[in-house]
């Protein structure tokens, strides 16, 4: 291949040679919307941190901008609470125990689908494609009866198999994707070279689609992180989700705002922190690893 | 391309099998059983045969017309929550720079909205739209408009609309910013080099390039709006009266609620296959714009 | 037409600390057929962009007929580039795709009409015209990127990065015949880069090779293979490429491995006498007996030719086996034409003095 001009350097490239009145029409004016756009993003979440920073008393007396008298007191009690701890506990683990599940289940299936033709494979393609689309609403009675009869009612298990409903397809969809990307004359080369199959597959193809598998946990953890109707459904005391100690957050006198507004702002931070790790492939993996 | 036929195959997609069949098959069986039966209470049940499929479609019957009234309500919310986050979203992922340091902190910014649990959304917009503590609905009011989300109707239409483009358009952002950068380099000197003008350039390379993706986002988009639950549900509960009770919220319900299985069971398969044909439809779009492209 | 001049061009990329070109000097005359010619990573898609304006070069100005145009942007230089896979409007016929430039530049239809015929006949797409150009063979496609620069009748250069790369190897030679048949017809100034040097000898009037970001000679394809001035355009062009051995020179003579060979020239002293000495196959000839002693290890019948390959000392040699002459394994003499025997230190050609 020939020396590629890399994007970026095109980019600046091209900004730098135009005129300097073309430069502005075209540099200004997207940029502007792009500004506004993120500010009207951000704001409901500035809102809720800030709600999060001031009492009861002072939301329900008037409507500030920013908090006047900031202050991490509802943020100690949801750390020191055993329920809110207990809470976030179970949500963390039902959405890791999802995330392995449905990676593990998913990486020998999408391999399957890319490489080989079966018989049925597009009808069950097909069928894994419409289980995502599935309404959760659906789901909740028929999950209600059968995890209670099968005895897991009430327990991290139900919900993280629960989600496998979704975040199996999703995971087989995005890995399918990146598996694509590697070509095949690899896998006939390590067949040569005499690899055995599982020896061929944890060895040398699951580093070459790492990020993809990075990519496929980030989507896995972020969809069960979010579901919130299954979740509050097949639970009732021992293995309650934030959500539902989160509905129940009143007070004596109503709401309590700033307790849920707090609650509300330490939910994002999981998913923050999972998307900064793989920041760089989002967008691929957005694209389900197709484009 | 060429696959070769394994069926040992199976082996290897056995787990997923399993697994969904668990999740999704066998659940749908005692849906089914349940919507061919009447029960009298107490584990006491009679055939029912089409029974309650029939109520369900016959819009005088009081099933049937709340079946109707939610299926309706939905569909316009999916047609206008599209028709705003489409375009919305292309042109917001047409702003993004193509390359940079810049760009991974803008999606991750972009993406935040998509990070948060859905109760803690209705929770945010439950604050943000009323008019004595949030900013929008002060605002709102402020400017003259009767705005009241749990009292007026159109306000909590309206609300829920906003609060789903607000959630959504990061992904059809994202997925179109991800299309785009697949189109080479080449293709847009060479638009320069013929003079187009951006317009130009975007109708005739990067609108017929995003095709596929289009269809992708169109697709995830109309079903996740058709299945949504949560967040009006905790804005609004489905009011004032049932001006914002979806598919879902009056699914949950009326299976939840009011332990009337039989109608729930139904309902739950028509809205099923509904969502079966409509993914289908797309399967089949994709798969002909694909046979297409190696035309 | 323009003749393009380029002034002490120099680039190198921001954020990277090596320079992608060293500073050039070139005139590209107009009318003629150049091609750039070097490995990946030579700098020639770097020093072609720079001429159609996708780069803003860090040093240096570039001249259109003397008028400096460093800091136009593309489409007001009045260039067309073709590059490596077809870029065309999916969405439009080949007609549309063809009269794409002189509608955005508001020609009047009768005038585009008149023109995309005219270029359409010339590149045998006439047939092609109302047919999507999506649905096309990949070559038809090129064919119409190329139409499309073509197009445009104040064109000044047509730039080419690459073009053949995506086509079928049986159907090169088709398009390479069909570009020179376009060069003749309308006189343009056409410039090429490519890492293949058959399409390079074959396209060009005069080939420029490039080497990391240097240009290490400009001159016809016959005047590379007969006296290239470095090493590497010796070792690049030619099948097998030049035979370069390190040698010991001193005056008229240089020492490899024991042996002594006439050098046909008198050279002025070199550091220590360290040099290279290099030659073509196709200038060095075996016999039986006679000339200098070197041991036979294989011999290749190309048809064409028959080639040997053998050993002096260390030294891996390809050389000819005239027709009639045979040559069995163990020893053969090889026998070098000295007026095509070159000198070089540092990679670079060093005269002689031949009286």
Redesign the interface.
Known sequence: ??????????????S????PA?RRA?GLL??L??AV??L??????Y??VS?SLRSNED??ST?A?WPHHPSLQKYYYILNDSTWVHAFGVSLTYVALNTV??V???L??A???N?????G?KY?F?????????????????????YYAIGLFDTVWAVA??H??FN??VA?WILEGFVAGVPREIDEMAAIDGYSFPRFFIRIFLPLIANGVGVTAFFCF?FS?????LAT?LTATDALP??AV??RSYSVSGMD?SL??A??VL??IP??I???FV??H???G???G?? | ME?????R??L??A???V??L???L???M??VNYSLQDSMGQNQFFWNGDGWFRDLLNPSTEIGARFQDALSKNLSFSLVALLIEVPLGI??A???????RAV??L??????????????IG???Q??SRA?????G?ALTGLGLHYNVTQNAISAWCTIVVIDV?HWT??VI??T???L??IP?AFY?AA?IDAAS?WATFFNIELPKLQ??LV?VV?LRF?QT??I??EPF?VTGGGPGSATTF???D??KI??GQVD?GP??AM?LV??LI??T???IF?TIMTQLDRRRYA | MARITLEGIAHS??RSPTM?LHPINHVWEQGRAYALLGP???????LL?IIS????PSQGRVLFDGKDVT????EQRNIAQVF?FPVIYDTMTVGENLAFPLKNRRVERAAIKARVAEIADLLDLTNELPRRARALTVEAKQKVSLGRGLVRADVAAMLF??PLTVIDPALKWHLRSKLKAVHRALDLLMIY?T?DQVEALTFADEVVVMKDGRVLQVASPAQLFERPEHTFVGYFIGSPGMNLIAAKVSDHVAHVSGHDIELGARYPKIRNGEAVIGFRPDFASLAPEGGIPVQVRRVEDLGRRRLARVALGPHEIFANVPEGVSIGGGQAGLTIQQDRLFVYVDDELVLGDRR
């Open positions: 291949m020939a020396d590629v001009l890399p994007s970026a350097e095109l980019a600046v490239a091209r730098r040679s135009q005129s073309a075209h997207p940029k919307g792009l756009y993120l009207a993003l951000m704001l409901p979440i809102w809720l709600m939301i329900m409507l901008f599940i449905s593990t289940a998913a020998p299936a391999y399957a689908f490489r080989f033709h079966f018989i494979d069950l097909f069928w894994l494609l419409s289980n995502l689309m599935a309404p959760a609403a659906v789901y909740a009675m028929p999950f209600f009866n059968f198999l629960a496998c409903l199996v397809p087989v972020m992180w979010v579901e919130q109707l459904t934030f959500a989160m509905s705002w849920l507004a609650a509300g939910t994002m998913g923050a999972v998307i900064w920041r760089n989002i967008a691929k957005f694209a389900l197709r484009v | 696959k070769p036929l394994n069926n195959a199976w290897m997609v787990p997923v099998f697994l969904v668990f999740s999704a066998l659940p749908m005692t849906v042109a917001v047409l702003t993004l720079p193509r390359g940079g991974g902190p999606l991750v910014i972009i993406a935040l909205p998509m990070l948060i649990p859905w109760n803690v929770t945010m917009w604050i943000f004595d503590i949030g900013l929008f002060a607000w990061p992904l994202l997925l910013y991800a299309g950068r697949a380099d000197q320069r951006r596929k993706v992708i697709l079903m058709f299945m639950y949560t905790v598919l879902s919220i699914l949950v299976a939840l299985l729930a069971a739950s809205y099923n969502t079966l409509i993914c289908w399967f | 990329y921001p992608a990946s990573g030579c700098g020639k898609t770097t962009n304006g996708l780069i803003l800091q136009l942007p593309t490596q990065d690459e880069v890492h």
